[in-house]
């Protein structure tokens, strides 16, 4: 099946600090998904990008849509100890007919903020 | 508004055991799906419903059977329980609306299985 690399898989940063973190694949892709997942809880989305190029923000969140198609950025400025939780890349392909989708995930971005 | 609710939260269960894993969503989506998530893995598709009465395979079906008799329930089985089924299992639902629009999954809060 299609996979996700995903980097990196761990990251422990001071409060106050920006963090990045990307997705690559060997396929191209039409929609990029960024959730997160807090603790204890299913993941959550965050942003969703559709075009080549596009450039998404969401409070301190700015995704990037690759100009390849092939990958992904999350950016976080100014992080804060709610930060702290699993980072997810997507991708999301549709069934045909259906409206729903088929989700690929990437394994996943732990951040650790200290205070 | 309770969204997604999933049954048992945890569950210890022996190997060789049947047992069903539940999920309720109230918010009238069509499609429905079930992810086990694994340390190191991120989240993998068991199996999908476009909507009632229909179902799919999806990453890693093998051990496991589904049901969706009716829009809000969608049962997940495993039939005889083994050790690599311990994992976190979530519920996850969305709207089927046909825009061209990623019609986004909204997930339960889990259930953590342990085969012994």
């Known amino acids: 099946g299609q996979q996700l690399n995903q980097s990196p898989q761990s990251m422990f940063i001071q409060e106050g600090e920006d963090v990045s973190m990307n997705c690559t694949s060997s396929?191209?892709?039409?929609?990029w998904l960024w959730y997160k997942q807090d603790p204890g809880e299913g993941p959550v989305l965050l942003i969703a990008?559709?075009?080549?190029?596009e450039l998404t923000s969401n409070g301190r969140l700015t995704a990037q849509f690759g100009i390849t198609r092939k990958d992904s950025f999350l950016n976080i400025s100014a992080s804060i100890p709610s930060d702290v939780g699993i980072y997810f890349c997507?991708?999301?392909?549709?069934?045909?007919?259906?409206?729903?989708?088929?989700?690929?995930f990437g394994k996943g971005t732990k951040l650790s903020v200290i205070p | 508004i309770a969204g997604i609710t999933q049954a048992p939260t945890s569950q210890i269960l022996a190997a060789g055991r049947r047992m069903t894993l539940r999920c309720t969503q109230d918010?009238?989506?069509?499609?429905m799906y079930w992810y086990r998530q694994d340390l190191g893995l991120g989240l993998r598709l068991i199996h999908y419903?476009?909507?009632?009465?229909?179902?799919g395979k999806g990453e890693v079906p093998d051990g496991y059977s589904v049901s969706r008799a009716n829009t809000d329930d969608f049962p997940l089985t495993l039939a005889s329980a083994v050790p690599s089924q311990t994992s976190v299992y979530f519920c996850?639902?969305?709207?089927?609306?046909?825009?061209?629009?990623?019609?986004?999954?909204?997930f339960g809060p889990g259930t953590r299985l342990t085969v012994l």
């Open positions: 996850a639902s969305s709207d089927s609306i046909g825009t061209g629009a990623y019609n986004e999954q909204f």
């Open positions: 396929s191209i892709f039409n929609t």
């Open positions: 990008l559709y075009k080549a190029g």
């Open positions: 997507a991708t999301a392909d549709p069934y045909s007919g259906a409206g729903s989708y088929q989700l690929t």
């Open positions: 918010m009238r989506h069509n499609a």
């Open positions: 419903s476009n909507t009632a009465g229909t179902t």
